[in-house]
């Protein structure tokens, strides 16, 4: 991974967390809306121009793919450095989950 | 009565927020947006008074790949109105919401769009600006003829102008920098 991914990505927005997140499974941009909303009970709320950023930047920085095309609907996957990017960053969470919880 | 009216407004490229706004206060007095088309001609219809949030995004790559562009905010429940230099048009009516809902969830993404604002909109400002004007008030200033005198007020008042916008872009553009790199 180049300084540059781990400078943009590391530590990364909540949406970028959840995008990377739920296309672990393939998915089109509005699944990921569905999902994040799901997987946070509502509480968040991903815009569409946030969403059609992200996506471009990820898969023109290598972190995701594009699939295929569904009903005017792009499907992206997670590559493999956006695994490592994801895990890079779930583990500053959880450290950060960790001395949040010690510090109670 | 006449159903349908149209409005001469200019709106500098950093004032898209006052644009939205604009289009917002508009649809809340009966007046839905129908396009936006030559100089600065807004066009609108008459309709029932309701409160419509209005949003521009300026996305080069989302105009090229028009169809999936506007599927996507069509899937979140955006209407998709038309593009007009470079900016894209969106509203969707607040009763369909819950909150306050915008085009953009984090000042990550804000900060993006006024990056893509800066490259597109921006740079051919600046050139002008430091090309042309600034080197014409040099020039004027060094030549004293009355029609010198009055090339140089132009020059002064467009110089004046410029730094507005430039100012009026720079400070929103350092909120979303700083609070993206706060850490």
Redesign the interface.
């Known amino acids: 991974m180049d300084n540059h991914i781990k400078k943009v990505y590391v530590p990364m927005t909540e949406t970028g967390f959840y995008i990377l997140l739920c296309l672990r499974e393939e998915s089109h941009g509005y699944g990921i809306v569905k999902k994040t909303e799901l997987l946070t009970n509502g509480e968040i709320k991903i815009s569409p121009g946030t969403l059609y950023g992200s996506l471009s930047k990820m898969e023109k920085d290598g972190l995701i793919k594009y699939i295929k095309e569904e009903d005017k609907r792009k499907i992206y996957c997670i590559t493999e450095l956006g695994t490592e990017v994801l895990e890079l960053e779930m583990k500053r969470i959880e450290r950060l989950y960790k001395n949040m919880v010690e510090a109670k | 009565m006449k159903n349908t009216k149209t409005e001469l407004r200019f709106f500098s490229v950093p004032e898209w927020k006052k644009e939205e706004t604009y289009l917002r206060e508009q649809h809340k007095n009966g007046w839905k947006f129908v396009k936006v088309s030559g100089f600065c001609v807004y066009h609108f219809e008459k309709c029932v008074p309701e409160d419509v949030i209005y949003?521009l995004?300026y996305?080069q790559?989302?105009i090229a790949h028009k169809?999936?562009?506007v599927?996507?905010?069509n899937?979140?429940g955006?209407e998709y109105l038309q593009d007009y230099v470079g900016y894209s048009y969106f509203r969707k009516a607040a009763s369909e919401m819950?909150g306050v809902?915008?085009?953009?969830?984090?000042d990550?993404?804000r900060l993006?769009?006024m990056k893509r604002v800066f490259k597109g909109r921006l740079i051919p400002l600046l050139a002008i600006f430091f090309l042309i004007i600034i080197p014409q008030m040099i020039q004027q200033s060094l030549i004293d003829t009355p029609f010198s005198r009055g090339l140089m007020i132009l020059f002064c008042i467009m110089f004046v102008v410029y730094l507005g916008m430039f100012i009026s872009f720079a400070i929103p553009y350092w909120k979303y920098y700083k609070s993206v790199h706060k850490?």
């Open positions: 949003q995004d996305n790559n989302g169809e999936e562009y599927k996507m905010f899937d979140c955006w819950d809902e915008e085009i953009f969830c984090d990550a993404s993006d769009m850490e």
